[in-house]
């Protein structure tokens, strides 16, 4: 049965300081099934504390997201960057490890230089894999916005290179690129078989509209929600869900109310 997790980027962020010791008020009153551990460049020089104070946690982290600075390191690709990249690759799954966690989320490729070599990224992913695989961890890549080309085409890459390759797919990203249709057409369904975890987020904007990354709680963009979870029912999706919506303004004060809404609607399409 899938689960519906609450990714800790979505509660913890600047504007609070980055402060994970405020996860154990939220653990308590969120009603989600568990979290997707999103791990921050900041926490590398605190790692043993951060993982002592999950472990005590009342809560379960099946998934982690992978820090986004090892696909930066991997996309930008110049002297020392790939041994960085697998340096902060391997902090991550011990972490991972360490809280009991299966499953992990890479940005394969991000930042400013993103895509500009998707074959040099493409052959990272097969170095990385196996260091995730030592640790019992299941390595996703996620369908990240590109600058030059889009993810489709990089998932489909993937897919003949590694044909039991893993994504985690997420609808705000899709949606960034114009390509939730893609998931429904011919094209789809090779990827969909390949997709294991989903993130439900919301976008409102043009294609490639970078004023309009901000990650929105489903129902205050346009993508149609009703119709994924129509798709996912038809095909018989058994994977998880994660809720990445930013649940906090500028003041760091974190809104609970909204991410419980998110859960439940989430519950009541999968019913």
């Not at 809104?255 to 419980?260: E, F, K, S």
Request: hydrophobic residues 40%; glycine residues 10%; negative net charge.
């Amino acid at each position: 049965m899938s689960r519906i997790l609450c990714s800790t980027g979505a509660l913890i962020g600047r504007p609070n300081g980055r402060n994970f010791r405020l996860l154990e008020g939220c653990a308590e009153r969120l009603k989600c099934d568990g979290f997707e551990f999103m791990m921050y460049s900041t926490w590398y020089d605190q790692v043993d504390e951060l993982v002592g104070y999950l472990k005590g946690l009342r809560a379960v982290f099946p998934v982690v997201h992978l820090e986004k600075g090892i696909g930066e390191c991997i996309s930008r690709n110049e002297p020392g960057d790939t041994e960085e990249a697998i340096r902060r690759f391997r902090i991550n799954c011990g972490v991972a490890e360490a809280i009991g966690a299966s499953k992990l989320v890479l940005h394969l490729w991000s930042g400013i230089h993103s895509d500009k070599d998707i074959g040099h990224n493409m052959e990272l992913y097969g170095q990385l894999r196996p260091i995730a695989e030592e640790h019992g961890l299941k390595l996703t890549v996620e369908n990240v916005v590109c600058n030059h080309e889009d993810p489709f085409a990089h998932m489909q890459r993937l897919i003949a290179a590694y044909p039991d390759v893993q994504f985690t797919f997420d609808t705000k990203m899709a949606e960034f690129h114009g390509q939730m249709d893609c998931l429904y057409g011919a094209a789809g369904g090779e990827v969909f078989q390949h997709i294991t975890h989903m993130h439900i987020n919301d976008y409102r904007g043009g294609r490639m509209d970078w004023n309009c990354l901000r990650t929105l709680h489903p129902g205050d963009g346009q993508i149609d929600f009703d119709r994924l979870f129509a798709f996912l029912k038809e095909k018989q999706y058994q994977g998880d869900f994660t809720v990445e919506a930013t649940s906090f303004g500028s003041d760091g004060v974190i809104d609970l109310d909204a991410l419980n809404r998110d859960f439940a609607g989430i519950r009541s399409r999968l019913a």
